[in-house]
């Protein structure tokens, strides 16, 4: 079985643009995780998609959105990419809502440069 | 002061020696993971817990919830565990959201 795929592995921006990376889940799965892992710094949580809705959001700005597409599938994006965005982005994901106590589990990540 | 604290931040130890990580956490939570991640990012879950203790090949965890404290150890220790070790627990208050300690870098000299 396929675990969770991110891509692309790695990401190299200018500052100023818009950042896409994509997230698979583990089949069956259909919740998705996003969380960044800047230099030096602990694992945040960004986003959280559940059947296509997004239940829950961290403390970031509105420019990081995402959606999750009916095959569960997911995107992040990053608008008006700053320097302090370079990160390991890492997607994660578990069975839904209504197995809530689930354990997550996580893709290799995506690691974004902003230069 | 973080929800999660995680303690030692760096470990260094000789191969086949008893390593244990600690973990305390502030809140009321429904889960605690504790999560390994090698050189290059990617994250694997070890375990998931929330009472009494688990145990998995070298690797064994505790969570004592009154005491809002958990214990990751590693037995028999071996260079290949050389890698940051994260503790994270899941909110009792719906969220889902995981919230992370700062992780423990550990080495296993040869």
């Known amino acids: 079985e396929a675990g969770v795929t991110q891509s692309p592995t790695h990401l190299i921006k200018t500052r100023g643009q818009q950042a896409t990376l994509r997230c698979s889940p583990i089949?069956?799965?259909?919740?998705v995780y996003w969380y960044q892992q800047a230099l030096g710094l602990g694992l945040q949580f960004l986003l959280w998609y559940d059947e296509g809705e997004e239940r829950n959001r961290g403390n970031f700005p509105p420019r990081f959105s995402g959606r999750q597409f009916p095959n569960y599938s997911s995107e992040l994006n990053v608008n008006a990419l700053e320097l302090e965005d370079s990160a390991l982005y890492l997607c994660?994901?578990?069975?839904?809502?209504?197995?809530?106590?689930?354990?997550?589990?996580f893709g290799d990540g995506t690691r974004l440069s902003i230069l | 002061k973080n929800e999660v604290e995680q303690s030692p931040q760096n470990l260094t130890a000789q191969e086949g020696e008893f390593i244990t990580i600690n973990c305390s956490y502030s809140?009321?939570?429904?889960?605690l993971h504790w999560l390994q991640q090698h050189p290059g990012g990617g994250i694997v879950s070890l375990f998931m817990?929330?009472?009494g203790k688990k145990k998995h090949g070298r690797l064994i965890a505790t969570i004592n919830i009154q005491e809002k404290h958990s214990s990751l150890h590693i037995t028999a220790s071996h260079p290949r565990d050389s890698a940051v070790y994260i503790c994270a627990v899941r909110s009792n208050q719906g969220a889902q959201k995981l919230v992370f300690g700062q992780g423990t870098r550990l080495t296993i000299n040869p």
């Open positions: 089949s069956g799965h259909t919740s």
């Open positions: 994660a994901s578990s069975s839904g809502l209504l197995y809530s106590n689930q354990p997550q589990h």
């Open positions: 817990l929330s009472s």
């Open positions: 809140v009321g939570i429904s889960a």
